[in-house]
């Protein structure tokens, strides 16, 4: 595995009730670059995801975040690390008991621990981050009043409050509108930019993938099968790998 | 083929009461370190305890005027009527309060809890909350648990009152009885040891019916099926352990002669 990765993840092994989800996962995640996980539904994308949060433990393998290992290192450690990684979730996961302000201010006050950050400045760091993915009208709105794609910008929006440097996308297009999806895929794009995050995005979106990836791996049956850029990846002739770029 | 689906029933159902404890022990491990969520607990008492105001008030009025008509011709019969303020107290504060808005409670607060957590589940709010650095068994199980056991004792003395007026009322309705002629009958049969067992065992409701309430909310899964039966689940176990508590603490108060 190349060093200088700020996620490392070696010989993963998940299963669920007996059924294997992810198998000899190993990948690693550079500074600055946008991974995409390609695959089809079910076959482990967001459980990977959910391991490198330790939402999940592995079976087996091991998960270095910031040459921290995830599965062995204590609440606090992984609180810490936690507050270094931004998690945006497929239905973008709003508390729906509180206002839009309320969510984004949440992680901040949650973590005064590692912040210290002015009222004053929550607030300016609120409008800004909501003003980059142009939901600042709906500050004030509850969630259930916000439309699909506003939910899943909100939540981007939320995940960028602790200003992580890493961020890890699950499923961020899906069930949108191609318009609405593009606009996604370029926020992912400037976040990188200006941000200079580096992230995992799985997604099954072949458009998305083309905006955003700077490298790409296929999962299959919980298996890495193929490794490469769009382009290389796009004339590859095995067929679980050309099936997503024939669609 | 009876005997493999009873034998995996049991089974089951061992494993859930281990859950149950499990969770409780997780409980209690969160409620005792670093970081008390005292604001949030505010905020859950006010869901628990202010918001259900109003039925336990109008359910209150309601037992102590039914239990007064329903009692009087008989103790009418038995040239007895000047028992009935003490009588029907009594069995209000003993039981009648207690387990009535228990189950009350468990209806409203517990089905609201199995809903809200289920709810926050399946959406992923919880790993959210979990993926800010933020304990959710504390943030969310401590405060709502630690809300339902301080508010339905609160609630079930609230009742009491509203109860006994309900029986003024009812006393009233037949008899030109005075209030402070009814205050006196009423409380003059009654004891410390008949306010205290049933106030300790309020506790044991409210802690209960929080910590079934949450854990069915906080391990629901199969989507917004789940909801459903988190919620349901909710009110259904809570209730049948309200019995089993009061059954409990009988035995222990006839224990003791009280």
């Known amino acids: 595995m190349e060093t200088g990765n700020i996620i490392t993840i070696q010989n993963l092994y998940k299963a669920f009730a007996g059924k294997t989800v992810l198998e000899d996962i190993n990948l690693g995640l550079r500074p600055g670059e946008n991974l995409v996980v390609l695959g089809k539904s079910g076959t482990g994308k967001t459980v990977l995801l959910k391991c490198i949060v330790g939402l999940l433990t592995p079976d087996n393998g091991s998960i270095q975040v910031f040459d921290t290992n995830v599965e062995k290192c204590t609440h606090d450690e992984l609180d810490k690390i936690r507050t270094r990684i931004g998690y945006v979730f497929q239905h973008g996961a709003l508390y729906d008991s509180i206002s839009l302000r309320e969510n984004m201010l949440f992680p901040l006050m949650r973590n005064t621990r590692f912040f210290k950050t002015s009222e004053k400045e929550m607030k300016q760091l609120v409008e800004k981050n909501l003003k980059s993915v142009d939901l600042l009208d709906a500050i004030d709105k509850m969630p259930g009043e916000l439309s699909g794609g506003m939910k899943k910008r909100a939540g981007l929006a939320r995940a960028l409050m602790l200003s992580p440097e890493i961020m890890l996308y699950d499923e961020p297009t899906s069930g949108l509108d191609p318009f609405t999806a593009q606009e996604i895929s370029d926020l992912i794009m400037s976040i990188q930019r200006e941000k200079g995050t580096a992230s995992i995005i799985v997604t099954h979106d072949m458009k998305c993938a083309e905006t955003v990836s700077d490298r790409i791996c296929i999962l299959h049956n919980g298996k890495f099968i193929a490794e490469g850029n769009y382009k290389t990846l796009g004339v590859s002739e095995d067929r679980h790998v050309s099936m997503f770029f024939s669609t | ?258």
């Open chain 2, 1 to 258: 083929m009876k005997t493999s689906l009873l034998l995996k029933n049991i089974e089951t159902f061992l494993i859930e009461l281990t859950e149950i404890f499990r969770f409780i022990g997780l409980f209690f491990n969160n409620l005792f370190t670093k970081r008390f969520e005292f604001d949030e607990m505010i905020n859950q008492m006010y869901k628990t305890g202010y918001r259900s105001f109003f039925l336990i008030s109008v359910t209150g009025l309601i037992l102590g005027l039914v239990l007064t008509l329903q009692t009087r011709p008989m103790m009418a019969d038995l040239g007895a009527e000047a028992w009935l303020p003490n009588l029907v107290f009594v069995s209000i504060i003993r039981e009648m309060g207690p387990v009535i808005m228990a189950l009350l409670f468990a209806g409203k607060v517990g089905s609201g809890i199995g809903a809200e957590l289920s709810s926050m589940r399946v959406t992923e709010q919880i790993d959210a909350m979990e993926v800010s650095a933020t304990n959710p068994i504390k943030y969310l199980v401590v405060t709502r648990v630690l809300a339902t056991t301080i508010m339905l004792p609160v609630l079930v003395f609230y009742a009491d009152f509203i109860a006994f007026m309900g029986s003024f009322l009812g006393m009233k309705a037949y008899s030109n009885i005075s209030f402070p002629l009814f205050f006196t009958q009423a409380f003059d049969g009654i004891y410390f040891y008949d306010i205290i067992p049933a106030t300790i065992k309020t506790f044991f409701f409210g802690f209960f019916i929080g910590i079934i309430s949450c854990y069915k909310g906080y391990y629901a899964n199969r989507g917004t099926e789940g909801v459903g039966h988190a919620a349901n689940a909710a009110v259904v176990v809570s209730s049948m352990v309200i019995f089993l508590i009061d059954l409990i603490a009988v035995q222990i108060t006839s224990l003791f002669e009280i």
